[in-house]
């Protein structure tokens, strides 16, 4: 014989992970590179633009000077001598060509000798030589040269008629210096921003975060131990807010619907125990059946039946709180008094009793039509169980959406009426009847799961009015839970 399959072992629940670098961390991490990102574009813009305007000007102004060297010597008859001293008031032409930069002027006579030197000096080429000796007045050469390990920008204009020429050095070095001091400083501040937005970046994502991790060691509280009568935090009003009390809802719905399925499991247990603990004792007299009088026989079968019956009808019962959800079935439009026709053609079957439908102004609306007519079949056998030896009608009415059932039983008591509709609630009158207390629990859920309340009075002259009232909208599966 094949060796019969091995149990499968149930799944283990693994819990995710923690990933090394928290949500904190990369908020934190993504403000400062964004704030580092921003800092330094701007940073590299700003000092791209002002190392080039700090240049543009500095060339400007060398530009202006030797144009203003050159119209001097086109307009004048100058020689060196003009330009080799300045005067005390510091109103000659050399002063006025150095007082709005610090130009370095230097004058040389015919063949490139030194008239007056410059601070520094400045070389003298071959170029320099030979425009002292032109006879074109104005006539410039320029070039960049380095002096004592300085840059600098030097220009030669030729005093014309070979009377000399005059350089002008202009110093670039200094300027380079400072735009490297304003490079650095940019860096140092951007450096700083960066950091003081790391640590900004760190305490919003504290406060961000702090809530939803919290949240998440509740979720793994839950799920390490199984409770879910786990207290959620919920703070705030904004999506974490939102989703703290959508989390603690939904644990309070897992909570009832855990309590509901272990008091369904222990009222099912305590009355399943009844009909088989009779069964138990009824089959242990079967084989004695024989040495049994006839009338003896007819109740011991009759007994057996009974119970059969009544643990069959039990069973069902559970089967369809445990497992028979309404929204497996589909709702559409209807109103109740389709539900109710059938539901009085089941029950005459059933009962044999006479019953009678009266309907006035129904109105549709959407609903499972097979979980109302099982809620209507149920309000009609409990009628039928307490008025069992009646002869008077058990009347259906329809107004609306309301369905009322009236019997001419031994009615219910004040103090019945707020417990009818619980499960396995069964009245002391009852108590001798058949029944499980479940029929009317499940009228209640059908009822909830309509948007709709039951409801339960004396009903004047003797017996019990019962029904329900479903509501207007779309039918739910809330409240069916075993």
Same mark, same amino acid.
């Given at each position: 014989?094949?060796?019969?399959?091995?149990?499968?072992?149930?799944?283990?629940?693994?819990?995710?992970?923690?990933?090394?670098?928290?949500?904190?961390?990369?908020?934190?991490?993504?403000?400062?590179?964004?704030?580092?990102?921003?800092?330094?574009?701007?940073?590299?813009?700003?000092?791209?633009?002002?190392?080039?305007?700090?240049?543009?000007?500095?060339?400007?102004?060398?530009?202006?000077?030797?144009?203003?060297?050159?119209?001097?010597?086109?307009?004048?008859?100058?020689?060196?001598?003009?330009?080799?001293?300045?005067?005390?008031?510091?109103?000659?032409?050399?002063?006025?060509?150095?007082?709005?930069?610090?130009?370095?002027?230097?004058?040389?006579?015919?063949?490139?000798?030194?008239?007056?030197?410059?601070?520094?000096?400045?070389?003298?080429?071959?170029?320099?030589?030979?425009?002292?000796?032109?006879?074109?007045?104005?006539?410039?050469?320029?070039?960049?040269?380095?002096?004592?390990?300085?840059?600098?920008?030097?220009?030669?204009?030729?005093?014309?008629?070979?009377?000399?020429?005059?350089?002008?050095?202009?110093?670039?070095?200094?300027?380079? %210096? #400072?735009?490297?001091?304003?490079?650095?400083? /940019?860096? +140092?501040?951007?450096? $700083? =921003?960066?950091?003081? *937005? @790391?640590?900004?970046?760190?305490?919003?994502?504290?406060?961000?975060?702090?809530?939803?991790?919290?949240?998440?060691?509740?979720?793994?509280?839950?799920?390490?131990?199984?409770?879910?009568?786990?207290?959620?935090?919920?703070?705030?009003?904004?999506?974490?807010?939102?989703?703290?009390?959508?989390?603690?809802?939904?644990?309070?719905?897992?909570?009832?619907?855990?309590?509901?399925?272990?008091?369904?499991?222990?009222?099912?247990?305590?009355?399943?125990?009844?009909?088989?603990?009779?069964?138990?004792?009824?089959?242990?007299?079967?084989?004695?059946?024989?040495?049994?009088?006839?009338?003896?026989?007819?109740?011991?079968?009759? %007994? #057996?039946?009974?119970?059969?019956?009544?643990? /069959?009808? +039990?069973?069902?019962? $559970? =089967?369809?709180?445990? *497992? @028979?959800?309404?929204?497996?079935?589909?709702?559409?439009?209807?109103?109740?008094?389709?539900?109710?026709?059938?539901?009085?053609?089941?029950?005459?079957?059933?009962?044999?009793?006479?019953?009678?439908?009266?309907?006035?102004?129904?109105?549709?609306?959407?609903?499972?039509?097979?979980?109302?007519?099982?809620?209507?079949?149920?309000?009609?056998?409990?009628?039928?169980?307490?008025?069992?030896?009646?002869?008077?009608?058990?009347?259906?009415?329809?107004?609306?959406?309301?369905?009322?059932?009236?019997?001419?039983?031994?009615?219910?008591?004040?103090?019945?009426?707020?417990?009818?509709?619980?499960?396995?609630?069964?009245?002391?009158?009852?108590?001798?009847?058949?029944?499980?207390?479940?029929? +009317?629990?499940?009228?209640?859920?059908?009822?909830?799961?309509?948007?709709?309340?039951?409801?339960?009075?004396?009903?004047?002259?003797?017996?019990?009015?019962?029904?329900?009232?479903?509501?207007?909208?779309?039918?739910?599966?809330?409240?069916?839970?075993?």
């Amino acid at each position: 014989m094949p060796e019969p399959p091995r149990p499968r072992r149930p799944a283990r629940v693994r819990l995710p992970r923690r990933s090394r670098t928290s949500l904190r961390t990369t908020l934190a991490a993504s403000f400062a590179a964004v704030a580092a990102g921003v800092t330094l574009l701007v940073g590299i813009l700003s000092y791209d633009a002002a190392a080039q305007l700090v240049r543009r000007d500095q060339q400007s102004m060398f530009m202006e000077v030797v144009g203003d060297l050159r119209a001097q010597v086109r307009s004048r008859n100058l020689d060196a001598e003009d330009y080799a001293t300045g005067d005390l008031d510091h109103d000659g032409l050399r002063d006025d060509l150095a007082k709005h930069t610090r130009a370095d002027i230097q004058v040389l006579a015919a063949g490139g000798r030194i008239v007056d030197q410059g601070s520094p000096a400045l070389p003298v080429g071959t170029t320099d030589r030979t425009l002292t000796t032109d006879l074109e007045p104005g006539k410039v050469a320029r070039r960049d040269l380095e002096i004592g390990g300085e840059d600098y920008r030097l220009a030669t204009v030729a005093l014309g008629g070979g009377r000399g020429a005059v350089q002008v050095a202009q110093q670039f070095s200094d300027t380079e %210096d #400072l735009l490297k001091d304003l490079q650095d400083r /940019t860096l +140092l501040f951007a450096g $700083l =921003v960066v950091f003081s *937005a @790391g640590l900004v970046g760190w305490w919003l994502a504290r406060r961000i975060t702090g809530r939803l991790v919290r949240l998440a060691h509740a979720a793994e509280g839950v799920a390490a131990t199984g409770r879910v009568d786990t207290q959620v935090p919920v703070v705030g009003r904004d999506e974490v807010g939102r989703l703290g009390r959508s989390f603690d809802h939904m644990l309070g719905r897992l909570a009832k619907a855990e309590d509901d399925q272990r008091r369904l499991v222990q009222d099912a247990g305590h009355e399943l125990r009844t009909p088989l603990t009779s069964l138990r004792t009824n089959i242990s007299l079967l084989h004695r059946i024989d040495e049994l009088p006839p009338g003896a026989r007819a109740e011991l079968v009759a %007994d #057996l039946a009974d119970e059969s019956r009544e643990l /069959t009808d +039990l069973v069902n019962e $559970l =089967v369809d709180l445990a *497992a @028979g959800r309404p929204d497996d079935e589909r709702a559409e439009e209807l109103t109740l008094v389709e539900p109710a026709q059938e539901a009085a053609a089941v029950a005459r079957r059933r009962t044999g009793r006479t019953i009678t439908l009266r309907a006035g102004h129904p109105q549709v609306f959407r609903g499972r039509p097979a979980a109302l007519q099982r809620a209507v079949t149920n309000l009609l056998e409990n009628a039928a169980k307490f008025d069992r030896d009646g002869t008077e009608p058990i009347e259906i009415v329809v107004e609306g959406r309301r369905v009322t059932v009236l019997d001419r039983g031994p009615g219910i008591d004040a103090a019945d009426l707020a417990h009818v509709f619980d499960r396995f609630y069964r009245a002391p009158v009852a108590r001798s009847l058949p029944g499980s207390g479940l029929g +009317l629990s499940i009228v209640r859920e059908v009822a909830t799961t309509h948007g709709g309340v039951v409801f339960a009075e004396g009903r004047p002259g003797g017996g019990a009015v019962i029904g329900f009232v479903v509501g207007a909208g779309e039918p739910s599966g809330e409240g069916w839970d075993a």
